[in-house]
């Protein structure tokens, strides 16, 4: 791998790193298959990264992504991937993202347990200008179970969306279950997102499919449908 | 309101309902505000339903629905809304959807305590059938809690777009919780999808984002990220 130091001024580090033709891509990141294949009868099963869900348009997260995971990761047609651990990414992700031109953004924010939990809250600041930025969508965001680090960023985000804080815990508790931080859930409270409210929203799924399907006040029809019917 | 039955073939049940003027609308369904508005300082904060999430492009589920959760509906710009439950819709509900051009579609699915289970598989196969329909786009799904009939419907689509049982398990689980039921997860795992498999999946994240943006394999960057710099 060909490592070559772009820039660095304290805040971020590029690293351009070596083109892979397909034909060299590794058998655990072969093409996903398609809906024309023989084996769509249970054989070829996708398999999501642990607690992988869909925030908003062009947005996921999930836990730690491994080999198994990268057929279907392939699918979303990632753009850029947020990595929210302070740990090397492994070399086997590394080459996924290469052979599929992802862009890894890293945000190394230690683990904590509680009561020593510090959230940087300038790095969470940082990583949701990545996640804002649509040229870097569609955007996977994870550390490595997709429950704390993930959490407080999308909080952050449904914040800046206007969730008000109670649907904000609610998002947080479904992923992070018995393993919620109540510490987790002050650090989103107290986030000012007032710094971000300039910023278009656009890629949100409120404007943009809103405003790509909203019909006019007209009628409204019901359909009722009975089982045996 | 004036009912007019337009069609029954014992399939379903179309009512055509009376032109409500946006003037008329009652106060619990005005307009959302906007990011230009002066109340973006918390004020005026947007209150998702229960459960809420999105599960594709174009497709939300959730809980059921209250006025509180109105101003948040409109900003999806909904098309239609599955209901799972038997019970008729409330009319503050009703109000909504007809100011709002939104057509619903209701499939009277019992609620069901174990061991006594009994998830209607046609009406399912029905529901998913709507949900599949891009026509009906943005759509949301909902029963009364967002966990059981919401989270089985969601599964079978999760079948259909060819994720492992074990990741449509732990999506079921994520909203479902302690409410899991192993009858729900049964009934999923032995859910056929064989015969939706020519339909067109051009609604999924998969296929649409993918298709948009994905990007020949030719370099990778890597960003580092560290506080206080």
């Known amino acids: 791998m060909k490592l070559e130091e772009v820039h660095q001024d304290h805040i971020c ?21 398609t809906a024309d294949d023989s084996e ?17 348009n ?12 990268f057929p279907f990761l392939q699918t979303l047609g990632l753009r850029s991937i947020i990595y929210l651990c302070p740990e090397p990414y492994p070399d086997t992700n590394m080459e996924f993202l290469k052979s599929n031109g992802i862009e890894l953004f890293q945000f190394g924010i230690e683990p904590c347990k509680e009561p020593f939990v510090n959230i940087p809250e300038g790095t969470i600041r940082k990583a949701l200008k990545v996640v804002l930025d649509v040229k870097n969508h569609p955007l996977l965001i994870h550390c490595k179970r997709g429950k704390h680090r993930t959490g407080c960023l999308v909080g952050c ?23 919620a931080r109540v510490s987790d859930q002050r650090f989103m409270e107290l986030f000012d997102v007032s710094s971000f409210r300039h910023l278009p929203l656009s890629f949100s799924c409120s404007k943009r499919i809103g405003a790509r399907f909203l019909r006019p006040s007209s009628s409204c029809q019901q359909r009722l449908y009975k089982e045996g019917s």
Do not use: H
């Open 157 to 179: 985000l449904r914040k800046l969306q206007r969730w008000c804080l109670t649907s904000v815990f609610d998002e947080y508790q479904c992923f992070a279950a018995a393993k």
């Open 40 to 56: 769509t009868n249970g054989e070829e099963l996708y398999i999501p990264p642990l607690n992988f869900a869909m925030v908003d």
């Open 13 to 33: 580090r590029t690293i351009e790193v070596a083109v892979v033709e397909p034909t060299k891509v590794s058998p655990a990141v072969k093409l996903p298959p």
């Open 58 to 69: 062009g947005i996921f997260r999930s836990g730690f992504p491994d080999c198994a995971n």
